[in-house]
Structure formats: structure tokens, C-alpha cells
């Protein structure tokens, strides 16, 4: 083990001492069962089912009841900060696009077709290659696997931050119902339907629907039919169909699609820039949230649609070798409508007014993954190979609503949304991208038998990327503009694990990841930038002690970032921006800790941890020439999640639990526009649950559910524009509801 892994496995468990001393424990699994411990979690990072704590990857998993307690039904849910590695925001005032980082490595900007996110997004093994549409409602999900830092070698491009897998409950061949039905404040409703048909002639089908509907939570003054700020209309539904070919030969096919019809956010107006003399009579900075906006705008609905096939097939050729194929293609229509209610105009008498910002993105991709999953005497191996295909085009049109009258008390609709230009020269712009990525990718773990204990892993990912693509439009004529990106490259990985005991085991890990380069669509000249690239340390220690009542999972990692992709804004034309590779290496360093403790039976007490240090990295400004400091958006020093679960003794009726949850984070910068801190954020939420309340046949559930229960607020994200004002977003209220769930 070399000096650096040394150092970082001495820290790592200083630090687990420190964050065990320092805060109170929670709980990620149960303990309603007859034994006291924490549980096996059974993880699939590394390509093969495998216990949590023998995986030697910093990660956490979230089983469908931990999901559950903490109110997550989609990736937006994930914003309170629930799981502290995961930093998610939405984009500006996109509904379901959402910028998703880890480690400090948060993209602001990665909703256009052109760029690539930092954490990649996979659901049942497919990736998503867009942002857009992950705000989108899942459907049944068995659990959700947090990697965190780079997955270069087994999950492949863009995965430099770390890897979200969801993965989703399959057919089992038994029928089953299982439906819950829930209201809540702000008329919220919601629906789940998952239905299992019994297996017939080798078929398994499973059938599963939601629903999720919210008024507003920003009333719109304009009155009559008009909606609100913050409305929430998601729906979707998936089958599934598992045949068993064979003994050892199964087939999964499975179709989804999700629909999403949301309002946009309200945006508050937090400073300005601005003279009193230009500002409208009806504007006053705001100070905190509200319940209804400052001045009557239309409001409209952002219609989003996602769907896809995929087909799996698993081929048990021994008990050494398992071959899996999974094929899958997906489409996304997204299409954004959002309003500005006057923060991102310049003010004055009969001046526009009210900015409408109108952006679709439509992709289709195609993916191909073929693994070799094998055990053979001391190797366990995983070879695969990967295609991945992607079309994808975007267009934007900004609009006004109308124009302040001459006394700025008011404001003059238009019939119809006008051009900004008044011209007819649309859209403003508009791209086409077209991407292929093939790669091949082998992992291997070797753990000899004269050594027990002693794990080698060593693995390496062949990355072939071509990307090109051209500005169709820029203010409604073709500029002539076109980009190439091509990249060939080996990212490779080693780990050195070694087990002191059957409970407690550390590894030190090398690896490397990238983040792929393209061109910028909000550029007037189609800047170009390279791939990033990522290399890190990582050293861990699981450990499951006192008779498997206290797990503490703790890992150090120290990365260096090169070619920087840095976005600069365009004081003068706010709708262009330019990237460009940062010269300056930036490393990034923290630590991450998972603790779980069971001290009685049906108490489990949990705390999860993340320490960041992304220091700023000094970059010239291409506009201004000056040098400025860039800071990981969205990524505060320290983040935590608490919580205490309690199941009481079983009463004659039914079972009774409890579950109380603590989500904090410090301040961060919000994003490149702004360099005041985001305010820190304590969320502090509830579930109590009386289940297996006996039906004849069923069973019945009933639950007590509250989000941000003291109403606590915060910004989420803030917008500058130079010279006018800073947009800001805040963080949901309190929000609370009644469900009731019913299993035949």
C-alpha cells in the first residue's frame, strides 16, 4: 500500500470517529425482524449482486422503505438534500431539468444536446443522456445506488462525479396488488398501482401506474382561469414482462413513459441593480417566500414526455459464467415555458416586460451492453461492451408578455407573446447534435487463497467518442456553424482490498474517469471545449461491530481535475455564455462517512455525513479579460442527514413506526453569476406508519407523512444578471399529507 493510501485511511477513520462523536446516528435499514443488527444490503455497482459492505466503492443504497420514509418518488425529491453526497437544483426555472453533482463536481448548464453531465443517471442498467425529464416521477423501485467519485471503468463517459443507479422491482410470477392513494396540503393527491399477474406458459407480467398532482404554492394574481406558480401534474406507467426461455435463459422486457405538465417556479427578486426611479411601483425586493406574486402574469404549464423500451436478457451459460445483453431505446420531448414576472428585464416606462423564455430539447437514443460476468476458482471477472447512440435537438425563443405602462404601475399584454426582438426572426436559436460512443471495458478481483483476505482488482475502460453537430439557427438564420469532437482514451482503475475479519474490511482505490467535450449552443461563434479529466485517490474502511449493531462505512478521496469545463456570461447579451477549458489544474479533496446503529431491537439510529473542500480555481474571463475565481456550484463544505427509525412492539391491531429525519448542509455559491452564499439549510421531517392492519386476504397501511416541518427557507439557486437584478429561488415549504396503502 503506497504512503498516499496510508494517509488517506488514516484519515478516513479519524474522521469516522470525529463525525460518530460528534453527531447522533440513523438509520438506513429496518429492525422489525427478531434479530438486533444492521442488514445485509445487496448491491449491483460492480456488474454482479455482491454484499454493500464487500464492495470496495464509497456508495450508499436506498432500499424502497428507506425511500419511502424520506418522501423521495423521483430525482427533484432529492433537492432537500436527503442523501448529503447527491447535490441537485434545478436549472434557472426549469421544472425537470435539474443539475445533479457529487464530489464538487456540480454542471450548472448541462441541459444543452451539446454538453454532458457529471454524474451519470442510470435506470435499470440504461443511461440517461439528458437532464431533461429526470424531474420526472419512477415508477416501482427496489433501491436507489449512490456511487460516489469516478466510475470510469464499468459505467464509462461522464461519470467523473459518480453514478445514480435506480433500479426497479421485476415481475415475480405472483399475483399481487399493491395500490396507495395519498392527499396532502395544497390539495396534493397522489396515486401508485403496482399489479403482478401470476406467471402463465413462462411469463411474468407486472403493471405498475403513478400519479402525482399539487396546486400551486405561489398564488397567481391574474386571476380568472389562470395557473399558478409551482403546480405539480406528473403521471406515467410501465409493464413489464419477464419470460423464463429456459432454466438458465430469462428475457426482460419492459416499456415506460412519463408525463409531466407542471408550472414553472416563482422567481422572487431578491437585489437589484436598478434605479428607483425605473422600478416598477408593484416591485419590492423580496425578503422571504410569499404566497402570491407580486403582479398578474399568464402562467403556463411545461409539458414533458420520456419513454422507452429496453430488453434484458441473462444467459446462466455455468455457475462460473453468466452472459447479459441489455438493449434500449429511449425518447424525450421536453419542452420549457418559463416566465420571468419581471426579474431578468431591464426597467423603465414602456419598456418589454415580463420575459417568457420558450426551450425544447428532443432526443433519441439508442444503447447497446454486453457483459461477461464470470467466477472462476480465485478471479472474479466482468468484460463487456458498449454502444451508445444519440440524436438529439434543441431551439430556444425568448418572448415578452407585454410592456410597462408609462407610469410603472402597470403592465400592457400583448395579445399574444411577442418576439424580444419584435421581429419575426426565429427561433433565436436552435442546434442538432449527433453523438456515438462505443467502448470496451474488463474488470477483474483476484484474491489468492494463500493470502486470505488480500483482494486485487484491476480494470480499464477503451473509450471510442465522436461527436458532431451544427447551430441551425441563430435569430432565425442558419450562421454556417458546425463542431467535431472526437476522443479515443483508456481510463483504468486498481483497488488493493483486504479483510481483517468476516466485519470488517478497507481498500485502498485508484481511477480514472472523463467527462466528454463539445460545443456550447449558447454561443454566437459555437465555442468549442475538450474532455475533462479526472484522476483520484480514494482509501475506505466497513466496518460492522458490537455483534453487527454499529456499521461505520467511511472513505478519504483526494482528485485532480484537469481542463476545467468554465462557463463565462455574457454581460451584454445575457442568453449567450462560452466555455472554455480551464488551463489551472483543480483538485478536490473530502471524506464521506455512513453510520448505523442499532442499540435496541426496533430502534435504528443513522447518520450520513459529507466533508468537501473544492477550493475556487482561478480562470481569465474571455469577456471582461479579468481573472475570477470559480467555485463548485451547489456544494457546501459540510452536509448531513439524521435520522432515527422506531418500530414499536406489534399490537394486537397492526404494527406501529416512526421515523424522524434531519437534513443539513452549509452555504455554497449558487452558481457561476453570483458570489454570495446560498444560506445554510435544516430541514427537519416525519413519517409515522401503522401497518399490517389485517383485511381478510390484504393487508392495510396507513401513514402520517410532513416535509420541512418547521417551514424553514432557503435559497436554492440565484441568478445574477449584471447591471439588473438576482433571481433566487427558494426551497419548498412545509409540506404534509395522509396515504393509505392497501397489499393483496
Given at each position: 500500500?503506497?504512503?498516499?493510501?496510508?494517509?488517506?485511511l488514516r484519515?478516513?477513520?479519524?474522521?469516522?470517529?470525529?463525525?460518530?462523536?460528534?453527531t447522533?446516528a440513523?438509520a438506513?435499514?429496518?429492525?422489525?425482524?427478531?434479530?438486533?443488527?444492521?442488514?445485509?444490503i445487496?448491491?449491483?455497482?460492480?456488474?454482479?449482486?455482491?454484499?454493500?459492505?464487500?464492495?470496495p466503492?464509497?456508495?450508499v443504497?436506498?432500499s424502497s422503505e428507506?425511500?419511502?420514509?424520506k418522501?423521495?418518488?423521483?430525482?427533484?425529491?432529492?433537492?432537500t438534500?436527503?442523501?448529503?453526497s447527491?447535490?441537485?437544483?434545478p436549472?434557472?426555472?426549469?421544472?425537470?431539468a435539474?443539475?445533479i453533482g457529487?464530489?464538487?463536481?456540480v454542471?450548472?448548464?448541462?441541459?444543452?444536446?451539446s454538453?454532458?453531465?457529471t454524474?451519470?443517471?442510470?435506470?435499470?442498467?440504461?443511461?440517461?443522456?439528458?437532464?431533461?425529464?429526470?424531474?420526472?416521477?419512477?415508477?416501482?423501485?427496489e433501491?436507489?445506488?449512490?456511487?460516489r467519485?469516478?466510475?470510469?471503468?464499468?459505467?464509462?463517459r461522464?461519470?467523473i462525479?459518480?453514478?445514480?443507479s435506480?433500479?426497479?422491482?421485476?415481475?415475480?410470477?405472483?399475483?399481487?396488488?399493491?395500490?396507495?392513494?395519498?392527499?396532502g396540503?395544497?390539495?396534493?393527491?397522489?396515486l401508485?398501482?403496482?399489479?403482478?399477474?401470476?406467471?402463465?406458459?413462462?411469463?411474468s407480467?407486472?403493471?405498475d401506474g403513478?400519479?402525482?398532482g399539487?396546486?400551486?404554492?405561489?398564488?397567481?394574481?391574474l386571476?380568472?382561469?389562470?395557473?399558478?406558480?409551482?403546480?405539480?401534474?406528473?403521471?406515467?406507467?410501465?409493464?413489464?414482462?419477464?419470460?423464463?426461455?429456459a432454466?438458465?435463459?430469462?428475457?426482460?422486457?419492459a416499456?415506460d413513459?412519463?408525463r409531466d405538465k407542471?408550472?414553472?417556479?416563482y422567481?422572487?427578486?431578491?437585489?437589484?441593480?436598478?434605479s428607483?426611479?425605473?422600478?416598477?411601483s408593484f416591485?419590492t425586493?423580496?425578503?422571504?417566500r410569499?404566497?402570491t406574486?407580486?403582479?398578474?402574469?399568464p402562467v403556463?404549464r411545461?409539458?414533458?414526455?420520456a419513454?422507452g423500451?429496453?430488453?434484458?436478457?441473462?444467459?446462466?451459460?455455468?455457475?462460473?459464467?453468466?452472459?447479459?445483453?441489455?438493449?434500449a431505446?429511449?425518447?424525450l420531448d421536453?419542452?420549457?415555458?418559463d416566465?420571468?414576472e419581471?426579474s431578468?428585464t431591464?426597467w423603465?416606462?414602456?419598456?418589454?416586460f415580463g420575459?417568457?423564455?420558450?426551450?425544447?430539447?428532443k432526443q433519441s437514443?439508442?444503447?447497446?451492453e454486453?457483459?461477461?460476468v464470470?467466477?472462476?476458482?480465485?478471479?472474479?471477472?466482468?468484460l463487456?461492451?458498449?454502444?451508445?447512440?444519440?440524436k438529439?435537438?434543441?431551439e430556444?425563443?425568448v418572448y415578452s408578455?407585454?410592456t410597462?405602462?408609462?407610469?410603472?404601475?402597470?403592465?400592457?399584454?400583448?395579445?399574444?407573446?411577442?418576439?424580444?426582438d419584435g421581429?419575426?426572426?426565429l427561433?433565436?436559436r436552435?442546434a442538432?447534435?449527433?453523438?456515438?460512443?462505443k467502448?470496451?471495458f474488463?474488470?477483474?478481483?483476484?484474491?489468492?487463497?494463500a493470502?486470505?483476505g488480500?483482494?486485487?482488482?484491476?480494470?480499464?475502460?477503451?473509450?471510442?467518442?465522436?461527436?458532431?453537430?451544427?447551430?441551425?439557427?441563430?435569430?432565425?438564420?442558419?450562421?454556417?456553424l458546425?463542431?467535431v469532437?472526437?476522443?479515443?482514451r483508456i481510463?483504468p482503475?486498481?483497488?488493493?482490498?483486504?479483510?481483517?475479519?468476516?466485519?470488517?474490511?478497507a481498500y485502498?482505490?485508484w481511477s480514472?474517469?472523463?467527462?466528454a467535450?463539445?460545443?456550447?449552443?449558447r454561443?454566437?461563434?459555437?465555442?468549442?471545449?475538450?474532455?475533462?479529466?479526472?484522476?483520484a485517490?480514494e482509501?475506505?474502511?466497513?466496518?460492522?461491530?458490537?455483534?453487527?449493531?454499529?456499521?461505520?462505512n467511511?472513505?478519504?478521496?483526494m482528485?485532480?481535475?484537469?481542463?476545467?469545463?468554465?462557463?463565462f456570461?455574457?454581460?451584454?447579451?445575457?442568453?449567450?455564455?462560452?466555455?472554455?477549458?480551464?488551463?489551472?489544474?483543480?483538485k478536490?479533496?473530502?471524506?464521506?462517512a455512513?453510520?448505523?446503529?442499532?442499540?435496541?431491537?426496533g430502534?435504528s439510529?443513522?447518520?450520513?455525513?459529507?466533508y468537501t473542500d473544492?477550493?475556487?480555481?482561478?480562470?481569465r474571463?474571455?469577456?471582461?479579460g479579468?481573472i475570477?475565481?470559480?467555485?463548485?456550484?451547489?456544494t457546501p463544505?459540510?452536509?448531513?442527514?439524521l435520522?432515527a427509525?422506531y418500530?414499536?412492539?406489534?399490537?394486537?391491531?397492526?404494527?406501529?413506526?416512526a421515523?424522524?429525519?434531519?437534513?443539513?448542509?452549509?452555504?455554497?455559491?449558487?452558481?457561476?453569476?453570483?458570489?454570495?452564499?446560498?444560506?445554510?439549510?435544516?430541514?427537519?421531517?416525519g413519517?409515522?406508519t401503522?401497518?399490517?392492519?389485517?383485511?381478510?386476504g390484504?393487508t392495510?397501511e396507513?401513514?402520517?407523512?410532513?416535509?420541512?416541518l418547521t417551514?424553514?427557507?432557503?435559497?436554492?439557486?440565484?441568478?445574477r444578471?449584471?447591471?439588473?437584478?438576482?433571481?433566487t429561488l427558494y426551497?419548498e415549504?412545509?409540506?404534509y399529507g395522509?396515504?393509505?396503502r392497501?397489499?393483496?
Open positions: 500500500m503506497s504512503n498516499g493510501g496510508l494517509h488517506l484519515i478516513a477513520l479519524a474522521a469516522s470517529a470525529a463525525t460518530w462523536l460528534a447522533p440513523a438506513q435499514e429496518s429492525t422489525g425482524d427478531e434479530t438486533i443488527g444492521v442488514t445485509d445487496v448491491v449491483t455497482a460492480q456488474k454482479r449482486e455482491e454484499n454493500l459492505q464487500d464492495t466503492i464509497s456508495m443504497a436506498l428507506t425511500l419511502e420514509e418522501g423521495i418518488g423521483s430525482l427533484s425529491d432529492l433537492f438534500g436527503a442523501v448529503p447527491i447535490r441537485i437544483a436549472f434557472v426555472g426549469r421544472v425537470s435539474v443539475s457529487m464530489r464538487g463536481l454542471p450548472v448548464d448541462a441541459t444543452q444536446v454538453r454532458d453531465p454524474v451519470g443517471i442510470y435506470i435499470d442498467s440504461v443511461y440517461l443522456g439528458r437532464v431533461s425529464g429526470l424531474g420526472m416521477e419512477l415508477a416501482d423501485i433501491r436507489i445506488e449512490v456511487l467519485g469516478p466510475q470510469g471503468t464499468l459505467f464509462g461522464n461519470t462525479g459518480g453514478a445514480i435506480v433500479v426497479s422491482k421485476r415481475p415475480t410470477g405472483e399475483a399481487s396488488v399493491d395500490v396507495k392513494a395519498g392527499i396540503n395544497y390539495r396534493g393527491r397522489s401508485a398501482a403496482h399489479v403482478n399477474l401470476p406467471e402463465a406458459a413462462g411469463l407480467v407486472k403493471v403513478v400519479f402525482e399539487r396546486d400551486g404554492l405561489v398564488k397567481n394574481p386571476g380568472g382561469d389562470a395557473l399558478d406558480y409551482g403546480e405539480i401534474k406528473r403521471y406515467g406507467f410501465k409493464i413489464s414482462v419477464l419470460g423464463r426461455l432454466e438458465n435463459l430469462s428475457l426482460l422486457y416499456y413513459l412519463s407542471s408550472t414553472g417556479y422567481h422572487y427578486i431578491t437585489a437589484s441593480d436598478q428607483p426611479a425605473v422600478t416598477p416591485i425586493l423580496d425578503t422571504g410569499v404566497r406574486g407580486r403582479f398578474g402574469f403556463f411545461n409539458p414533458q414526455e419513454k423500451h429496453s430488453i434484458t436478457a441473462e444467459w446462466d451459460v455455468s455457475d462460473a459464467l453468466t452472459i447479459r445483453s441489455i438493449s431505446w429511449r425518447n421536453s419542452t420549457q415555458l416566465t420571468d419581471g431578468n431591464t423603465g416606462p414602456n419598456r418589454r420575459r417568457l423564455s420558450y426551450a425544447n430539447v437514443q439508442f444503447s447497446q454486453v457483459q461477461l464470470g467466477d472462476v476458482g480465485e478471479l472474479k471477472f466482468v463487456g461492451a458498449y454502444y451508445f447512440k444519440e438529439g435537438q434543441d430556444a425563443i408578455l407585454g410597462l405602462n408609462s407610469t410603472l404601475t402597470g403592465v400592457n399584454f400583448f395579445p399574444e407573446p411577442s418576439p424580444d421581429a419575426s426572426r427561433p433565436d436552435a442538432l447534435v449527433d453523438v456515438k460512443s467502448a470496451l474488463g474488470q477483474a478481483t483476484w484474491s489468492p487463497e493470502l486470505r488480500l483482494h486485487i482488482t484491476a480494470g480499464a475502460r477503451y473509450t471510442d467518442d465522436h461527436k458532431d453537430g451544427r447551430l441551425l439557427f441563430i435569430a432565425g438564420v442558419d450562421p454556417n458546425t463542431f469532437f472526437d476522443s479515443s481510463d482503475m486498481a483497488t488493493i482490498a483486504y479483510d481483517f475479519s468476516e466485519d470488517i474490511n485502498v482505490k480514472r474517469a472523463y467527462r467535450g463539445g460545443a456550447n449552443t454561443s454566437v461563434i459555437l465555442r468549442t471545449f475538450g474532455e475533462e479529466e479526472l484522476t485517490w482509501a475506505g474502511m466497513k466496518a460492522d461491530l458490537f455483534d453487527r449493531r454499529l456499521r461505520v467511511v472513505a478519504a478521496y482528485s485532480r481535475l484537469s481542463n476545467q469545463q468554465v462557463d456570461l455574457n454581460p451584454a447579451f445575457i442568453s449567450n455564455t462560452e466555455t472554455v477549458n480551464a488551463p489551472e489544474k483543480r478536490i479533496k473530502g471524506v464521506e455512513d453510520i448505523t446503529l442499532v442499540p435496541v431491537r430502534l439510529l443513522s447518520a450520513n455525513y459529507v473544492a477550493p475556487p480555481t482561478p480562470v474571463n474571455i469577456f471582461t479579468e475570477e475565481q470559480t467555485s463548485s456550484a451547489f463544505k459540510h452536509a448531513a442527514s435520522s427509525d418500530v414499536f412492539p406489534a399490537f394486537s391491531f397492526g404494527q406501529l413506526r421515523y424522524v429525519g434531519l437534513d443539513t448542509a452549509g452555504n455554497y455559491i449558487p452558481n457561476g453569476t453570483v458570489d454570495v452564499k446560498a444560506d445554510k439549510a435544516l430541514l427537519l421531517n413519517r409515522l401503522l401497518g399490517d392492519i389485517d383485511l381478510g390484504g392495510l396507513v401513514a402520517l407523512w410532513g416535509k420541512n417551514n424553514a427557507t432557503y435559497n436554492l439557486f440565484d441568478f444578471i449584471p447591471r439588473r437584478t438576482t433571481a426551497n415549504p412545509r409540506t395522509l396515504e393509505a392497501v397489499r393483496f
